[in-house]
Structure formats: structure tokens, C-alpha cells
Nanobody
Framework: QVQLVESGGGLVQPGGSLRVSCATS????????MTWVRQAPGKGLEWVSG????????YYGDGVKGRFTISRDNAKNMLFLQMDNLEPGDTALYYC??????????WGQGTLVTVSS
């Protein structure tokens, strides 16, 4: 059974850092492009970042470029998002999602990141 489980969210002050993780199971994660998507309170879904199957190619939304770093460990079936210089506007529920044939077909339950002083 396919599962994606995020962890690592929490409360952090503006300018701080946080790393969220996504543990995958039930499928061969190295066969899929993986993404992070977030949803701020009262707003729609926003694509944050994506990473190629082997981790060599990474992509970022304009709002996080230069501050966030996506990575993966295929041997451990893990996906990560390192978030630095966090801003209050980064407050959101962060989801990891699997991309399959152009669609995000499996999602985790999300982990909440709150940036506030």
C-alpha cells in the first residue's frame, strides 16, 4: 500500500530554519519524480519544489528559490525539504506528493509549519 508520511513541522521564528521530511513506502520511490506542495491558511495549493528521480535536478517556485533546498535519499525512501530564512508567508501545511504520468497521484497527510515571532 502506497504511503507518504511527512514529519518535522513546527513553530519557528522568522529568519529561522526547519527541515521537513517525507517517508515513503509501498512503491519504488526512485522511479518517481517527487514534489513538495503547500497550502497556507485560507489559500489554495501552491507547488513549492520538485526533484528528479536520481536527485540531480531540482526545481523551485519563485517564492522559495534561494531559501529552500529539496533532496532525496532513495536508499532510505526519504524526501526532504530544507527551509532557511523562513518568512511568515511560508506558514502552511506542507505536503509531499508523488508525480505519476504528469499528475500528483499520491499525497501525504501534511506537516504544519508556522513561522511567527
Amino acid at each position: 500500500q502506497v504511503q507518504l508520511v511527512e514529519s518535522g513541522g513546527g513553530l519557528v521564528q522568522p529568519g529561522g530554519s526547519l527541515r521537513v521530511s517525507c517517508a515513503t513506502s509501498g512503491f519504488t520511490s526512485s522511479s518517481y519524480y517527487m514534489t513538495w506542495v503547500r497550502q497556507a491558511p485560507g489559500k489554495g495549493l501552491e507547488w513549492v519544489s520538485g526533484i528528479s528521480l536520481d536527485g540531480r535536478n531540482t526545481y523551485y517556485g519563485d517564492g522559495v528559490k534561494g531559501r529552500f533546498t529539496i533532496s532525496r535519499d532513495n536508499a532510505k525512501n526519504m524526501l526532504f525539504l530544507q527551509m532557511d530564512n523562513l518568512e511568515p508567508g511560508d506558514t502552511a501545511l506542507y505536503y509531499c506528493a508523488r508525480r505519476n504520468e504528469g499528475a500528483l497521484d499520491r499525497w501525504g497527510q501534511g506537516t504544519l509549519v508556522t513561522v511567527s515571532s
